[in-house]
């Protein structure tokens, strides 16, 4: 379906902008084959307007037959691509969604329009499609109109299949996620529409190269959880195993293929459309009931769960358990960006649990640490997790943490390191990526470095098993064989621990003769540091299970 759309010139017309978002939603509402909305008003110095192309509902219908084989039908009209390749207008707007991106569990959350990523979900492919013909008709066009593909996050207020999700009473999930989710409000969508007809569009002239087309994700700046949009919402929950979502794919292919968005984070980043209209920010639909105030952020971070977590496992464990004994953390810096580079070992994140225990002790600084993107594939780790300041392994992630002034935590080893055989456990392994130092060069940001010996031995590793199958239906690197296995659950032993926070190394210290030799400087001056004292520390322990080395 083509409509043509023309806004006030008049950045504060409010009036307009509501006129022009009626004429929208009742075309929408409507639902016509083919029709041309009403102009909304005359836009001075031009007679040519924007198009905004919207395939039927704002969502791909699939047959049966078609999603089972991955094919879809076409949720456009043939019509509407032929009007494309005829139009005069200079701009054709093409609202698209953020589905498009498709689904992966190394989705590091808020992706930018860079990444491009194959993907199996049908949903995806048909948005893709879609895109595919809008570009490949505009490009027939002589007058070589600019195409401004919008990938939009859902709406509540839209006829969006998965928008429709929350309109229910009630609302199927998935056990042990819990992710979060972009609803865009339609007014933040106007905002969006009514910059890009202001656009200055120059004509395109026959010895001139052809246009290079735009795409951008629309959403709003932040998000919000699965469960707290359910609360909010007065949308009931019914959490079922994939088992169960298994069993309904078989007898409604395309209602599993759009649930599956409800398992796996697919947030995308809206900074490139803020930078090119010059917005502010886009809102996020807050529904009929105001948002309650809350301790999480937009990756899931619970400051409630981490007091909770400290002060009825981590403290007791520090204190009893493991009798932690540490040194140095009473100097971490108390603000700005910093970087807190560490080894890990046990198959289990328990080590780096404790160091941002320690940390939140003495300086009352939460970590952000990157993490493997497998462990958030588990049911419960993938909310558990992010809770306590767990994000996905990614340089946008990690350039968000310091560009807010927060601590950034960094395993630089790599995850094979976790999986070491406890015997050969503490000799430092070589860093796989000196990304770290990098961005603490680009930053300005000191590197905290840390020491520890006993987490090896709470969650020791007699052999690994490395399984090819195990490779690719877990996305870690080798099978660890620890205590228990395979009867129980990785129980953690009570080896007596040792934490030695070294003293914090800025950029500055290091020379280089560019900013790259100043970071392999950076680097090579940290894993010096941590492997001597490692070294120093094995030395003096007498046992694994009791004394003091510090």
Known sequence: MTYRIQFAASKDDVAAEEKAWHTLTDALDRQAVES?????????????????????????????????????????????????????????????SARAQGLSYRNPGFLDETTK????????????????AVREACATNPHQPLVTILRCAPSLELPDPFGGFFRKKSLMTWLGFDPPIQLLSTQELVRVLIALAKEAIPD????????????????????????SICRRLGIRRLVMPSAIHTLAGKTSTCDVQLRGFLRRTWTVSNRALLKQLNLPSLGRMQGSVPAASSTTDSFGFDQATVARLSRWVLEPARRFYWRVESRGVEAFPKAGPTLLVGIHRGYLPIDA???????????????????????????????????????????????????????????????????????NAYPLQPFLSIEFARLAVRFNAPIVPVAAIGPAEALPVFKRINWRWWRKASGWPTLPIGFLFPFGPPIPLPSKWHIVFLEPITPLEVDGKNDEARAQALAQLVQ???????????????????????
């Open 36 to 96: 041309t909305c009403s102009e909304v008003a005359t836009r001075p110095g031009s007679s040519r307007t924007p198009i905004l192309l919207l395939p039927p509902a704002l969502g791909a219908r699939f047959t049966q037959r078609g999603a089972r084989s991955g094919a879809s039908s076409h949720p456009w009209s043939e019509t509407s691509l032929g009007q494309l390749a005829t139009t005069d207008c200079r701009h054709v707007v093409v609202i698209s």
């Open 117 to 132: 990523r194959a993907t199996k979900n049908v949903e995806a492919r048909a948005w893709r499609a879609f895109e595919k």
């Open 353 to 423: 649990m404790m160091f941002h225990h320690l940390v939140a002790r003495a300086s009352g600084r939460f970590v952000r640490t990157l993490i493997h993107p497998a462990l958030v594939k588990m049911p419960w780790f993938s909310i558990f997790l992010p809770a306590i300041g767990g994000r996905i392994a990614a340089k946008s992630n990690a350039e968000r943490v310091l560009e807010d002034g927060g601590v950034l935590g960094v395993l630089p080893e790599g995850a094979g390191s976790a999986m070491i055989e406890t015997k």
């Open 204 to 227: 395109q002239h026959a010895d001139q190269a052809p246009r290079q087309h735009r795409q951008f994700y629309v959403a709003p700046d932040d998000a919000e959880r699965l469960s």
């Open 528 to 550: 010096q540091r941590i492997g001597s004292r490692l070294e120093s520390m094995l030395a003096a322990r007498k046992s694994r299970w009791r004394g003091n080395v510090l």
